[in-house]
């Protein structure tokens, strides 16, 4: 029997390379991968320079709004998951149009191919960042209303409705993940974890956001892996699910977890001005897609984010290539004057 085709968008960066390592690394390797990135800032070409010549695998390098590429690729494939997008609410909140262009145009035209030539699955990869923020209480679930605060999570929603939309309107054969905030190995370092540990390394201090008591459930990349392989294969068309770790942190403690394992002190905290329009607390109720697909995370928190923090440590050749440079004159441009 013959494996699947599958397309993976945005598979050179954080959680599209975890996905590709997982099904490359799968005992049974049940897919044959396309992987295509248009390798723009967080876009890592070593974050999959293992698999190159593997057989199964090809890599492209394309952008998600070139209809032409995108068109021919998809003719091949079985199944595409759209992990593309600009992601980094900062530098939405800097400039919009990227994000706009790539992950509300980008998902269009993906789409458009998708239904052109009749895929068995698409799969959208959103985030909880689409519902807005919660009070003290209380949980997102599946039929919270979507009411993003940042241009960044609009643009989000705005791609999750226009999937909503092929399905309820074609029978568009679509799934939707929304994710809580991951971490784990190859992240980009502009983001909470991978920023804060790479500072320390460095002896520099880590900017807080505010008080620091902004909450966020903490989900290890491998088991948000999971969940999407699962919703692939064994969702209803146009279905979305919740994919949370059920472990609920404040940012501040986050940061002081951090610190003590690379033995420093509270004194390397530098509390800045507070992000505009900054959510304060994210909590994912994940109960339907344990109920519907016998998926939950598995990964304890303290020894993920340990094992995180010496892969760190332990790969300082790449994430130093990417500090410097074009990602340098944006992190001093946004934490320079706060």
Not at 248 to 260: A, C, G, R, V
Not at 323 to 337: A, I, L, T
Request: hydrophobic share 35%.
């Amino acid at each position: 029997m013959s494996k699947k085709k599958i397309l993976i968008t945005g598979a050179a960066g954080f959680i599209g390379s975890n996905f590709v390592r997982m099904l490359i690394t799968h005992p049974e390797q049940q897919y044959d991968i396309i992987a295509l990135d248009a390798l723009t800032y967080a876009g890592n070409l070593k974050n999959l320079a293992e698999f190159e010549g593997k057989s199964g695998y090809s890599f492209v390098k394309a952008d998600i709004c070139d209809e032409s590429v995108i068109n021919e690729l998809i003719q091949e494939c079985d199944i595409v998951v759209n992990f593309a997008a600009e992601s980094h609410v900062d530098r939405s909140i800097m400039g919009s149009e990227p994000f706009v262009r790539t992950n509300i145009e980008g998902t269009r035209v993906l789409l458009d191919a998708c239904k052109q030539h009749g895929i068995d699955r698409y799969h959208q990869v959103s985030t909880d960042e689409v519902y807005g923020t919660l009070g003290k209480t209380g949980f997102f679930t599946e039929t919270t209303p979507l009411a993003p605060n940042s241009p960044y999570s609009a643009s989000k929603a705005g791609a999750d409705l226009l999937v909503r939309a092929y399905h309820e309107t074609f029978g568009f054969p679509a799934t939707i993940t929304r994710c809580s905030n991951n971490y784990g190995c190859w992240h980009f370092p502009e983001k909470l974890i991978p920023l804060f540990v790479t500072n320390l390394i460095d002896n520099k201090k880590v900017p807080v956001y505010g008080d620091g008591m902004q909450v966020r459930d903490w989900l290890h990349v491998t088991d948000h892996c999971k969940a999407i392989l699962c919703v692939i294969e064994n969702a209803n068309d146009g279905s979305i699910y919740n994919v949370g770790g059920n472990n609920e942190q404040y940012n501040i403690d986050i940061t002081k977890m951090i610190l003590k394992h690379l033995n420093k002190d509270d004194s390397y905290i530098e509390h800045v001005t507070d992000r505009l329009g900054h959510d304060r607390r994210y909590a994912i109720d994940a109960s339907k897609i344990k109920n519907d697909l016998g998926w939950e995370p598995i990964v304890n928190f303290e020894q993920g984010l340990a094992e995180t923090i010496e892969w760190y440590l332990n790969n300082e050749s790449w994430w130093r290539k990417i500090k410097s440079g074009e990602y340098m004159k944006f992190y001093e441009q946004y934490y320079g004057n706060r």
